[in-house]
Every structure is written in structure tokens, then in C-alpha cells.
């Protein structure tokens, strides 16, 4: 059965897969794939939406990956966001050798957040992908993102050596809003978990 991933960029949102979108440009694999080169040309396309003609376990064997994990934090009708380069996110981290995701996702959440009370809503979590520059080398984050809900007492202190200006649970209208100074995968998630 034919399926499309999406993987995502901090610019652009590539859908992988066999069957293409109307909305896409179509990007060839070429050559070069996964060189420099093609990072440079996909990042040099007009279009936000990109489609690549690839079979998603091909794409991503191509690639180093970075088991992440984050928390979706949610308490009285307002999400938990981060501020750190200027944008808005979740907060999430690199899952360590001896960890499961979910106990991952509790850690980062509270290290980059601050001290709270954090239940998980569910087990399986929303799981996406994302393509960077790591030391010179492109590599896919396959982070998983669980529910959760915090109860008070919550103290929000953000985690400034890791570049976080801010930790504060926004309103979901005060989320609309910023998710115009956020990546599109999180924009993505926003739309996925507000619908």
C-alpha cells in the first residue's frame, strides 16, 4: 500500500512517499542525493511544499538519525511553549542510551520547562521527522511527541543553556497567534492535535 511521510526542515515540508501532492513541487532525488548539493536545491525551491519520489525506508537508511523526544503539555485550556532562536517550539530533547521514549519526553519536558506534575495522556505517541545540519552533516530527528497534562503547582523556569528564553503555558487563541514564529513542523503539530 502506497504512503507519504512528511519530513520537515526549518523552511520547508518534503513529503516522501509514492504518490504525489497537487500542491507540491516535485523534487528529483538525482545523483546527489543527499549531498549538500541537494539540501541547497530543495532549500532554493519557491514552494514550501516539496514532494520527493523515494520509498520512506530508502529515504531515511540515507541519513544518520537522532532519536528525540518531547512533550505536548497541555493545563486549563493552554499549551506549554519554549522560546529559543527567535521562535516558538515544544519542548523536547535527545533520548539517552538507557531511556523509552516517553521517559525521555518527562525529562526533556521538565529540564527545558521547570518543575511540574506531568501525566501522560497516552502511550503512542505522534512521531515526525526532521532534516538538519549537524557538524556539517544532514541528519533526520525522528522525534516523538507525547500528550500530556501538568497540574499545579507548576514553576516554569526556562532552561537557558540551552538557548530557551522562555517557558509559559499560552492560551490556545495566544497560540494561533505565535504559531506564526514557529517551524512548520510544529505548526503541523498544532494542527494535528487542535482539529
Known amino acids: 500500500m502506497a504512503q507519504n511521510y512528511i519530513v520537515f526542515t526549518e523552511k520547508k515540508t518534503l513529503h516522501v512517499g509514492s ?15 543527499p549531498s549538500k548539493k541537494w539540501w541547497n536545491h530543495i532549500h532554493d525551491q519557491t514552494n514550501t511544499a516539496l514532494f520527493f519520489n523515494m520509498d520512506f525506508n530508502s529515504f531515511k537508511a540515507k541519513f544518520k538519525i537522532i ?4 512533550g505536548i503539555v497541555r493545563s486549563n485550556n493552554s499549551l506549554l511553549m519554549i522560546y529559543r532562536n527567535a521562535m516558538w517550539d515544544l519542548p523536547k530533547g535527545w533520548i539517552e542510551a538507557d531511556e523509552y521514549p516517553l521517559q525521555a519526553a518527562l ?22 521527522y526532521h532534516l538538519y545540519s ?47 514564529q514557529a517551524y512548520p513542523m510544529i505548526r503541523w503539530i498544532w494542527d494535528e492535535i487542535s482539529e
Not at 504518490?19 to 542525493?33: K, L
Not at 519536558?109 to 512521531?127: D, H, W
Open 134 to 180: 549537524l557538524k556539517g552533516e544532514i541528519v533526520l530527528k525522528e522525534t516523538h511527541w507525547f500528550l500530556m497534562t501538568a497540574a499545579p503547582p507548576i514553576a516554569l523556569v526556562p532552561q537557558r543553556k540551552e538557548g530557551i528564553t522562555e517557558a509559559a503555558f499560552k492560551t490556545y487563541p495566544e497560540v494561533d497567534e505565535l504559531m506564526q
Open 107 to 128: 525529562r526533556e519536558v521538565t529540564e527545558e520547562c521547570g518543575q511540574m506534575e506531568l501525566v501522560a495522556e497516552s502511550i503512542i505517541p505522534i512521531t515526525t
Open 19 to 33: 504518490y504525489e501532492h497537487q500542491s507540491c513541487e516535485i523534487v528529483t532525488d538525482g545523483v546527489d542525493f
Open 67 to 70: 532519536r528525540a523526544a518531547g
